[in-house]
DNA sequence: CATGAATGAGCGTTCATTCAT
DNA sequence: CATGAATGAACGCTCATTCAT
């Protein structure tokens, strides 16, 4: 990895999340990246190659955390689902640009490469997940009957619409003469609370 | 509206959904819905307005059933949410199409008329169960802090990402081998639910 | 002829002459003169034969006119011609949209029936002339050696390019202010001295 | 100024003069000239960027020779404007083309940057012009009341009017059988002193 | 004669990609 | 590895014309 590569990844990044990917063209990449328009076929094969190189950069980081959070030994299972949420909701603060492309791809439902790393990412986070529901249910601290999926949906449900609504979340709620950084805050720390609570009724224990 | 504007939108929707908007072209739409390429500027004026044609009907239906449910003096304010999150879902479930063009365009936040519109119904929609709301509020059948758009935005988010990731969820419990109509009816049943626990404890009612 | 074949060649004279053949479209024509797109193909046949049947209107008229003095036998030779640079001014003055259009396709030598009918009146109207000269010359009261071409070439080229040129007259000799009807009416009287000028001093005779 | 931008501008030209600009179309210009179709939109941005570079590049150096002409100290005013009009119509003869697209161009009167360049160019020409005509009025060779923008109309009109209708010039005087050069020759011999002679009587002097 | 609906052909333009240097 | 020039393919759209009614 080059700083160019660098460069072009985190330029198409916020292109293709803008934009679409689509509607990205690769000159528009380049120009914005300060390269040659060449160069993106050159480094990364092709405009597709590139998208694959930004998803393969971005759910390596996103798997390392998980796993991180899963395998700390000195976490109870109660704290380990706070801390995925947590890491959950800061990873997209961090990357949202990368997550408004990868919900619009999901959307789009083409059998790329992309869509196959992307849906083995999904069922190792699951599979992360369910055991550590399963450790919680061994402990009695979890229901029996808990829907992993389910409970996966509504938790990257909320936190995908809310990072594509928030403006409007914000004019509802006459929140617009508020700075923008304090708004951010608040609702960050509302949207965990929220989706910790839902989590808590639904594994059944209780903070 | 002729047979053929019908079967163009119909098309339309389909492809787009499938496609995307930018990766669908009007001579995709044309070859499926079995008309001359020309016809489609020749009817709707650009592929823009194709698009405006779609949402405009689609969302003038939602709207009139959301009115319907809100208007109904027959049921009370916890009856009329559950009706709401029925109906929304059952319309989701019928135009499943319709409503991941819409997910998508709202990830591409262009400055077009569609989104406006769809702006203006999001409004428009929060402001008819916020009414809902209060109504139950003034009642003392709901909490007085209750958070509309976040709880909206998790009804919304949670069956727009089941949507896009039903096949995952199939996957994920080992339901490949159920007869399609037979796994939907199932996940539809679950998601009501689910749904429908998640406002009942946001809300703060019993059922 | 019928009140709509009218309205048709008129509006498309006008849109010929402002927009070009080319850049009008049938439709513009259709908008145009209020009547069904469709009709102007069933009236004329086509574009083409519409811009035919407009020639051949207005080129008759034309051929009329001269016909008329040429063979008016009260005139001398000399009148003849003062008349015949006169009326050719007063034509176009009448009917400016299409000495444009006549312009145009001119230029654009095409092979077309119109270039054929326009060719023959030209040559009808450099023998009509010829013969006047001849005239004149028997008469001796015309040099002998006059280029007619070379001398209607004159004429046809400074009338048609104080046409398109009229605007950047009016503003070169500071007459932006003039009322319109005034300065039309001075240049007027001035090309048509100044065309007469000439072709006293090119056939030789004195007023 | 790449070979292959001569090449695209040559070939514009020519095709714009025979099939109007309208009429001819960016595949014509890139088969004409031996390009690939997307060449075109790649050097000059569009087929209306083409026309304006063809301008730019033609109105210069059209600039430039009556500029060398009108600051020209050695040659007085008389010998200017003999020497402009021959420099005029050997410009008409070396560019055909492009005085054919010229007047098609002002015919049809869009508000383009073309048009206000070569309104420009017009009013730099009348001007330049001016300037020897005061010259000359000074030194009392030239009338006192000249009409200059008349006088270049009717140069303009004459030399336009005769290269658009050279061929009809040649059949009415019976010389179809005339080899080209020859014609060509004794044609430009011929308005060259008409054009002069019609001069010379405007501004009152005697060569 | 009159017309709304329809269409094949072709328009100018843009795209991701390639390749000689 | 780097790049300006080039390109085939496809894009959305408009055109004059046709035809069933």
Same mark, same amino acid.
């Given at each position: 990895?080059?700083?160019?590569?660098? !460069?072009? #990844? @985190?330029?198409?990044?916020?292109?293709?999340? %803008?934009?679409?990917? $689509?509607?990205?063209?690769?000159?528009? +990449?380049?120009?914005?990246?300060?390269?040659?328009?060449?160069?993106?076929?050159?480094?990364?094969?092709?405009?597709?190659?590139?998208?694959?190189?930004?998803?393969?950069?971005?759910?390596?980081?996103?798997?390392?955390?998980?796993?991180?959070?899963?395998?700390?030994?000195?976490?109870?299972?109660? !704290?380990? #689902? @706070?801390?995925?949420?947590?890491?959950?909701? %800061?990873?997209?603060? $961090?990357?949202?640009?990368?997550?408004? +492309?990868?919900?619009?791809?999901?959307?789009?439902?083409?059998?790329?490469?992309?869509?196959?790393?992307?849906?083995?990412?999904?069922?190792?986070?699951?599979?992360?997940?369910?055991?550590?529901?399963?450790?919680?249910?061994?402990?009695?601290?979890?229901?029996?009957?808990?829907?992993?999926?389910?409970?996966?949906?509504?938790?990257?449900?909320?936190?995908?619409?809310?990072?594509?609504?928030?403006?409007?979340?914000?004019?509802?709620?006459?929140?617009?003469?508020?700075?923008?950084?304090?708004?951010?805050?608040?609702?960050?720390?509302?949207?965990?609370?929220?989706?910790?609570?839902?989590?808590?009724?639904?594994?059944?224990?209780?903070?």
């Amino acid at each position: 990895m080059t700083k160019k590569h660098i !460069q072009i #990844i @985190e330029k198409a990044e916020e292109l293709f999340a %803008t934009q679409g990917y $689509e509607g990205t063209t690769v000159r528009n +990449i380049a120009d914005a990246a300060g390269v040659n328009l060449a160069m993106i076929s050159y480094y990364f094969g092709s405009k597709e190659k590139l998208l694959e190189a930004l998803f393969m950069e971005r759910m390596n980081a996103t798997k390392h955390r998980i796993e991180a959070v899963v395998n700390n030994q000195s976490l109870t299972p109660f !704290q380990k #689902i @706070e801390t995925l949420i947590d890491e959950y909701i %800061t990873r997209v603060e $961090e990357k949202e640009a990368f997550y408004k +492309i990868m919900l619009s791809e999901q959307v789009i439902n083409k059998n790329t490469v992309v869509m196959k790393l992307l849906k083995e990412l999904k069922l190792t986070y699951a599979r992360l997940i369910s055991s550590v529901i399963e450790e919680g249910q061994k402990q009695k601290v979890f229901r029996k009957d808990v829907d992993i999926v389910l409970m996966l949906t509504t938790m990257t449900g909320t936190v995908m619409l809310m990072l594509i609504n928030k403006d409007y979340y914000r004019e509802f709620n006459n929140q617009k003469k508020l700075p923008n950084p304090v708004f951010e805050e608040q609702l960050s720390a509302r949207l965990r609370e929220h989706v910790k609570t839902i989590f808590k009724a639904h594994l059944g224990y209780e903070s």
